[in-house]
């Protein structure tokens, strides 16, 4: 047995013996102690340091409230910023107190993550006495029900209290409710479960913690946590409430904890908080901590009440013991009591300051009641004097507030309570509820409210004012007096001037505080002080549960194409472009990039060469408004497209910048099939159904992406036409027959194919389209009929320059979100007779027409063997002057290039294409590179090799 450990009673189980580790000193606890119990258990009450200043802070409450028992978990699997009161304790736990901020892992966690979707009727957040009977009335009518509760077991603040129904444990009572309801047909009860967020039209997000007491995933259970996407016709929120504490200097130490909370710490794990304590409060429900920890063997130096007089009951009842009440008392302070730890060794009490030793002092200041999720889910709030905090002010639609989370203290009235809302939440639903039995309860009369409410103890300040309101900030009573003495008056103004409320916490306990002290300072009521806002997630959730399953490939998915197999068979290099694997280059034996990329170029300028262009988006637009719809996407003219031809298009934004380009490819009358760029795909799907759907929607048109339904082979170079026709011997491939920017269907290599005369090289090409699990055959015909012409597969890398070298650009490098068509050198593609079109508005703005707008022009090195950076900027001088230097603009493609015999880029230049022949420069580490200016088209510029 530990030394704080009684030897019966609690709810753990005494049979097992866990060890783990804290702060590498071997400890053990057991199986139902959370992290905290068992440091408790132990005797060690120091865990972290505060963020800011570095002082000791130790374990303050037993739940999630808690905003000072900060650790990390490094074994077995390593998880930062945990509280130690929500952990629960495991074989080979090995956990360190926080030096203020944690560390996130080195090592990927290897731990799966899934979420679920639920739909019910009745949605019960809450499984203590109130949510308890809420579900059961809600089971019992035959609706489908959801209960999920934060703890391991069902019960909520019974498992901490100590409380009877009738002759039997509260406890027993809740585990008796919970076995009937999940032997209840269409309810599902979730432990471990903590609801952290509430929206619109009843949807709840709530985590569940899937493991054992063993730290692993539990029988049956393969992932770490689960995010459960719950969907309610009606939800009750019997959420509980949160114990409050109060402000007085040193009230950070070690060894000062809610009385609640160590109330909870002997009733539900056995373990003592201390061997002396002194009490502080301004209410009832610590009186029944300080009996119920004297009956257990704590000596109960004194209890400090605010109000000036006890309650007679619980006067006799500390009589009995010998315990001393002093009313209209106050704790000012405490000192530190020997060891070094920071541990509170006495507390000071008022008014005269009289130190009174103790190794625990007990807070309590109230009980404000948890309406986070209420809140989240729109719901107002209105301040209750007499608890000093805000509760729920009504209800919602879809979703009411039962048992202490309404201000509630007593178990009868959180039963009634349960019960209530849990028939109000049928009836909303559409449900009969059905009568249950009066449920009896012990007789001891409910504890009253606090008739005392108090935030702050007034005196202690200081040079170094240690009266902390959010202890996990570090933030004190100073704090929030010199954001009033800013002028700040709104508490979400002040939240942001001191950090108050944004820690792991939430400000749980420091909420009501900062409100309660501000309303003194400012002299307002405080029922004028709303509490900042409540956001989800109401306690701290991983971002590897909110991701999921979707991590790594399932992410971001690694889309491949029909040939990938091949292209790997035969060395190629990949890039990721979008989300596709596609071939960069293919090295030969002894070939950097550079080289393979040259020979590529060589061979598709020369020669024939084979491409994998399958990853262009494809999108089938088909409808009886087809032609519409997309002259009003498009800067071109597509309606007049003939059945059988290709245009080329650009898209643009409503602000006249090119957003996309590719062709339309005009199949029927109905029906075209428009390609985009790799990279814009979904995007392009995604801008047509928003026109469709909110500006266009009276259009007869549907628009389907079938990019992976085709693999597109381009065939390029001067002897494509021979490897084609060898192909397909029914096709006239001459120019008279098969002209640019046309297509044909045809069998190639035997197999049904759509040509189309496009070419992205300005070679004579052909860009062969078929069924996707035909393109391995394809591309395995096309290269042994090309083997006699010294037919080569080339890659991305090669297409760039291909393109580069005949000026055409590519969408997203060539241009950012202020390139127009015109600024391209693309005017041919801008319409001057449609009527309207995206964009058409925005080209006749100034800014649109400015002469000195940056436009797409060729460079070329004066040393021919200088590669220019992309993204260099361009100068005016051959030197760089002093700041601020006038950037003309920069590169926005280099590559060498064989068929040019040097190196040259694309740049975009202010007035470019009037700068055609002069010098610029452009900086490259610390030298200045002298270039030319040329027009954008350097190699072919009479487009005479297109037609072969």
């Known amino acids: 047995m530990t030394e704080f450990r009684l030897p019966a009673g609690g709810r753990v189980d005494r049979g097992t013996t866990l060890n783990f580790t804290f702060d590498g000193r071997e400890l053990t606890g057991h199986p139902g102690d959370t992290l905290a119990s068992a440091l408790l258990a132990n005797g060690v009450h120091r865990v972290a340091t505060s963020i800011r200043l570095g002082r000791p802070r130790g374990i303050m409450a037993a739940g999630v409230e808690d905003p000072t028992a900060l650790v990390q978990l490094d074994a077995p699997f390593p998880e930062p910023m945990l509280s130690a009161t929500t952990v629960e304790l495991f ?118 913690r899937r493991t054992d007491h063993l730290g692993a995933a539990a029988p049956g259970h393969r992932a770490r946590q689960r995010v459960w996407r719950i969907r309610a016709k009606q939800t ?123 190794d625990v002092l007990l807070v309590s200041g109230g009980w404000n009641p948890a309406v986070h999720l209420f809140s989240q889910a729109r719901g107002k709030l209105r301040y209750d004097a007499g608890l000093g905090a805000h509760g729920p002010d009504g209800e919602l639609p879809t979703a009411r507030v039962a048992g202490s989370a309404t201000g509630t203290a007593d178990f009868a009235g959180c039963v009634r309570e349960g019960r209530s809302a849990g028939a109000a939440a049928l009836a909303a639903a559409g449900f009969t509820p059905v009568g249950e039995p009066p449920l009896p309860v012990s007789d001891a009369p409910p504890p009253q409210r606090p008739s005392a409410v108090r935030w702050l103890v007034p005196g202690g300040e200081s040079e170094v004012d240690t009266r902390f309101v959010d202890l996990q900030r570090d933030a004190t009573v ?58 989800p997630p109401y306690t701290p959730v991983a971002f590897a549960a909110l991701a999921g399953r979707n991590r790594g490939e399932l992410h971001d998915p690694v889309r491949v194409t029909a040939l990938h197999a091949w292209h790997v068979a035969h060395g190629a290099e990949f890039e990721n472009v979008g989300q596709w694997k596609r071939p960069w280059y293919y090295p030969r034996p002894g070939e950097d990039r550079a080289a393979a990329v040259l020979r590529e170029c060589r061979a598709a300028r020369t020669g024939v060469a084979l491409m994998d ?47 996309d380009d590719g062709t339309v490819l005009r199949a029927a009358e109905d029906r075209f099939l428009v390609t985009t760029t790799t990279g814009n795909a979904a995007m392009v799907l995604e801008w047509m159904e928003e026109w469709l759907q909110t500006e266009w929607p009276h259009l007869r048109v549907f628009a389907t992406s079938v990019t992976e339904h085709w693999a597109t082979l381009p065939l390029v170079g001067p002897r494509s036409r021979d490897v084609l026709g060898a192909l397909a011997p029914g096709l006239d491939v001459g120019n008279a027959a098969f002209g640019f920017m046309t297509w044909r269907d045809a069998e190639v290599a035997g197999i049904p194919a759509r040509i189309g005369r496009i070419s992205f090289s300005g070679e004579l090409a052909y860009e062969v389209t078929v069924p996707s699990w035909y393109g391995t055959a394809l591309w395995e015909a096309l290269m042994a009929a090309g083997a006699e012409h010294g037919i080569t597969p080339y890659g991305t890398e090669t297409m760039h320059v291909l393109r580069a070298e005949k000026g055409y650009p590519i969408i997203g490098q060539e241009t950012d979100a202020t390139v127009t068509p015109q600024d391209l050198g693309l005017d041919w593609a801008v319409s001057k007779k449609k009527p309207d079109f995206l964009g058409k508005r925005s080209f006749a703005r100034p800014e649109n027409r400015r002469p000195d707008r940056k436009q797409l022009v060729g460079l070329l090195p004066v040393d021919p063997a200088v590669l220019l950076p992309e993204g260099a900027q361009l100068i005016e001088t051959a030197h760089v002057p002093e700041p601020p230097v006038r950037m003309l603009g920069h590169v926005t493609s280099s590559y060498r290039s ?47 090799r297109r037609d072969g």
């Open 91 to 208: 074989e080979g736990l090995a956990a360190r107190g926080l030096p203020g901020r944690g560390r996130l892992g080195p090592e990927p966690d290897p731990a799966r993550y899934d979420a679920q979707h639920v739909h019910c009727d009745v949605l019960v957040v809450g499984a203590g006495p109130a949510g308890l009977c809420a579900a059961r009335t809600a089971a019992r009518s035959g609706a489908r029900v959801v209960l999920v509760d934060d703890q391991p077991e069902p019960g909520g603040s019974l498992l901490g209290s100590g409380e009877h129904v009738g002759r039997r444990p509260a406890a027993e009572w809740a585990q008796a409710v919970a076995a009937e309801l999940r032997e209840t047909p269409d309810v599902l009860v979730l432990d471990r479960t903590t609801a952290f967020g509430a929206y619109d039209d009843g949807f709840v997000l709530a985590l569940q």
């Open 898 to 944: 064989a068929a040019l015999e040097r190196t040259f880029a694309l740049a975009l230049v202010r007035s470019g294409r009037e700068r055609v022949g002069e010098t610029l420069y452009v900086p490259v580490g610390d030298e200045v590179v002298p270039v030319t200016v040329t027009g954008s088209v350097l190699f072919d510029p009479e487009g005479t």
């Open 613 to 659: 262009g399958s990853t262009l988006g494809k999108i089938d637009v088909q409808g009886p408004d087809a032609a519409v719809f997309l002259d009003l996407l498009y800067t071109t003219t597509m309606s007049t497209l003939k059945t059988g031809r290709i245009r080329y298009g650009v898209l643009c934004g409503v602000d006249g910048m090119v957003i």
């Open 478 to 535: 100073s704090d929030v007096l010199r954001a009033t003495g800013a002028g700040l008056r709104s508490l979400e103004h002040i939240k942001r001037y001191t950090t108050i409320g944004t820690a792991h916490d939430q400000g749980k306990t420091s909420g009501s505080l900062a409100a309660g002290i501000t309303a003194e300072a400012l002299g307002l009521d405080p029922a004028g002080q709303r509490p900042t806002t409540y956001r």
């Open 236 to 358: 009750v929120f019997a959420t509980g409430a949160h114990e409050r504490p109060v402000v007085f200097a040193d009230n950070d130490r070690p060894g000062i904890l809610l009385a609640g909370a160590a109330r909870t710490y002997l009733h539900r794990y056995g373990v003592l908080p201390g061997r002396r304590a002194v009490l502080f409060t301004t209410g009832d429900s610590a009186y029944a901590a300080a009996v119920d920890l004297a009956d257990a063997g704590v000596e109960i130096a004194l209890v400090a009440d605010a109000r000036p007089q006890a309650p007679d009951r619980w006067a006799a009842a500390c009589a009995e013991r010998g315990i001393e009440v002093r009313t209209g008392s106050v704790v000012t302070g405490t000192e530190s009591g020997a060891g070094g730890t920071g541990r509170v060794g006495a507390a000071l009490v008022g008014p005269s300051g009289e130190a009174v030793t103790c």
